[in-house]
């Protein structure tokens, strides 16, 4: 991949990056302990404990894909960008545009690990 190329991936992923840092910074106190006092106003706990389960969910996924982001930064250091980890064949240029931080070539993410 030339220079040019990898320069812009660097930048959408650092962009990405910096979006999902502050969406996660966001959504913080959504993902805190429920409080077990009586003091949550017109929702019931239940409804509080069902809406922080989503919100660990989102921040789960976001952290997944800052690791991901970090890997992708990584390769590109490394020369090994848009190489898919598994059959280490070059992954699609669209596929990278719509999702710079994957990791494996269209093949191998529809094929389950053995
Ligand atoms: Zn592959």
Redesign the pocket.
Known sequence: MDTARLQTYRTMLVDLQATLESELEQSRAEAAPVALDGTMGRISRGDAMQAQQVALDVRRRREQRLLRIGTALRRIEEGSYGQ??????A?GGERLDAFPDVV??????ATPRR
């Open positions: 898919c980890g598994r059959c280490q064949s992954i494996l070539c269209v093949r191998c993410a």
